[in-house]
């Protein structure tokens, strides 16, 4: 199984809604990533999980808050968002521990905030 | 500073007219170079990992290379289910997790 299974795929939500994504992968994997990705650009880092632990925090706004339950789950809980942040939300996971091996994505979550 | 610059921006080739894509890079100790590839509205699909100069891999019409300073894609004889974007992808032994991305290249296959 080399999915990584994101829910939901598609999110609408008002700017004072409290709503959470979810990722989950099976193959193993110890990092673990949130990306986001606007129309025509290349996905941008936002957390990094390494063995469940938060490794890398790319400045995000605290109205993103990651978790990690265990190895195979990856939260982001989204509180007072703005319209600025609908975009595609990408899960990723990779098998390397000192981030020299291939991530394998999810298909993400289209959110859009209204 | 590390970079990653793809061209061209957009592609349009016939079915079957070969063609190569370029991805530069300037990193502090490359750790690894990946392409990926990306239909619209869903995450990148992975196709290839290079590590060293002088490497090549394949995978049906897809060959990627690598220099010390580039990555190359050839698609060979093309066809529409090709259509995509392509993204590069570079991580420096000083970087970490960190994977920084390349714009991408939209490549359109005509029938």
């Known amino acids: 199984d080399t999915e990584v299974t994101q829910t939901p795929k598609h999110l609408v939500m008002g700017m004072t809604n409290k709503k959470s994504l979810k990722c989950e992968q099976h193959?193993?994997?110890?990092?673990m990533y949130w990306y986001k990705q606007k129309a025509k650009k290349p996905p941008e880092l936002m957390f990094v999980y390494s063995y469940e632990k938060l490794s890398i925090n790319e400045s995000v706004p605290s109205r993103f808050s990651p978790e990690c339950p265990n190895s195979s789950l990856l939260n982001l809980h989204l509180h007072a968002l703005q319209p600025e942040d609908s975009a595609l939300y990408l899960c990723a996971s990779s098998q390397g521990l000192t981030g020299d091996s291939e991530a394998f994505f999810g298909q993400g979550t289209r959110l859009t905030v209204v | 500073e590390d970079q990653v610059t793809q061209s061209p921006e957009a592609l349009r080739l016939q079915e079957g007219e070969s063609s190569s894509l370029n991805c530069s890079y300037t990193?502090?100790?490359?750790?690894?170079l990946f392409w990926y590839r990306q239909d619209p509205g869903k995450g990148p699909e992975f196709l290839f990992t290079l590590y060293s100069a002088g490497e090549e891999k394949e995978k049906e019409r897809l060959k990627a290379t690598l220099t010390k300073k580039e990555s190359f894609l050839h698609i060979t004889a093309p066809k529409p289910e090709d259509s995509a974007t392509y993204l590069c992808?570079?991580?420096?032994?000083?970087?970490?997790?960190?994977?920084?991305f390349g714009a991408g290249t939209r490549l359109f296959v005509k029938a």
């Open positions: 992808a570079v991580q420096a032994h000083t970087g970490g997790f960190k994977t920084i």
């Open positions: 193959m193993g994997h110890r990092a």
């Open positions: 990193v502090s100790g490359l750790r690894g």
